[in-house]
């Protein structure tokens, strides 16, 4: 094999509660890659469909991944990575992480899988860094793995798969403002209360027994962020009467997906989930900003060969 096309999903990072360390795979939304082998060695973007991105791989979080893997693995030829981006950047649900997690995946695949696809997400990480300033995997892990993926340390990288359960939904409404993941990280307080640090502990720690033991209304009590909502909230237009309306509709709980300034929240059932996505359309119908809105499964195995 010489070419290989995939589909790279979009994910929800931090889910409430998990800053930095946890996140989903959603199904209905993601880009379109093709890769192929060519000479000579390294990496070119060939093109980019939809996004006015960076050509050049050391500019670009895919080609930056890309080269990290091809760092490792050593092969005696190059790749061209043509890119799709249905992902717009900034949207806060993992724009940079499909590019990165899509082309270290391909190109591990065009050279007969000798990494897992968990062995992968260290080189997919490095194209975060370039985007966010900060090599977090909460995005490009469930993009790798699909379900849900907790990290469970950095150092060293301990990543553990969740499957989630069956009926869980997710709505994600992204206002078409772009909010650099970079910026939203500045806003970030360093220091905490012990308080605040015991209700995060408890609602994460919560939030995952809910996905194991498939206690939907579990879920939705440790869907609470105490540390990085209550000041990111403030750059999103709207954000509470979104929240409000997706809740009032029979979602179980949401927040920001990633750094915004798209919102999610997470139900049980399509059903709920649909109305949870009309609910919230309803509250920026009527300030004029313009918005993608997105139901989905969560995906469970994350990157497909199509």
């Keep these: 094999m010489n070419r290989i096309s995939i589909f790279s999903p979009a994910t929800i990072a931090n889910v409430s509660c998990g800053f930095d360390v946890l996140g989903l795979c959603l199904d209905s939304v993601g880009d379109e890659m093709t890769i192929n082998t060519a000479c ?41 990575i043509s890119i799709k981006k249905n992902i717009k950047a900034g949207s806060g649900i993992g724009s940079s992480a499909a590019s990165a997690a ?21 080189f997919a990480m490095q194209g975060e860094k370039l985007a966010s300033g900060s090599a977090h995997a909460d995005n490009v892990a469930p993009a790798l793995l699909g379900g849900f993926t907790l990290i469970r340390s950095y150092e060293p990288l301990d990543i553990i798969k969740i499957d989630a359960p069956e009926e869980l939904y997710a709505t994600v409404i992204h206002p078409q403002i772009e909010l650099k993941t970079m910026d939203a990280r500045s806003v970030i307080r360093e220091n905490i209360t012990l308080k605040k640090a ?22 939705g009590r440790s869907l609470h962020d105490e540390l990085v909502e209550p000041v990111r909230y403030i750059l999103i237009p709207k954000f509470k009467e979104i929240k409000v309306a997706a809740m009032s509709a029979g979602a179980l709980g949401g927040g920001i997906s990633g750094s915004g300034p798209s919102v999610f929240a997470l139900s049980r059932g399509v059903q709920t989930a649909q109305k949870a996505a009309e609910a919230m359309a309803s509250v920026l119908q009527d300030t004029g900003i313009p918005f993608e809105l997105h139901v989905s499964p969560i995906n469970p195995t994350g990157i497909k060969i199509l």
């Design 102 to 122: 899509g082309a270290v995946f391909a190109i591990n695949h065009l050279l007969g899988s000798p990494l897992s696809n968990k062995e992968l997400v260290p």
């Design 198 to 219: 015991t209700v995060q502990c408890g609602n994460i720690a919560g939030l995952i027994s809910g996905l194991y033991t498939n206690d939907y209304n579990l879920i």
């Design 40 to 80: 000579p060695k390294g990496v070119k973007i060939k093109e980019i469909i939809g996004a006015d991105l960076p050509l050049v791989a050391e500019k670009n979080v895919g080609g930056v991944a890309a080269l990290a893997l091809l760092e490792h693995l050593q092969p005696d030829h190059g790749f061209e």
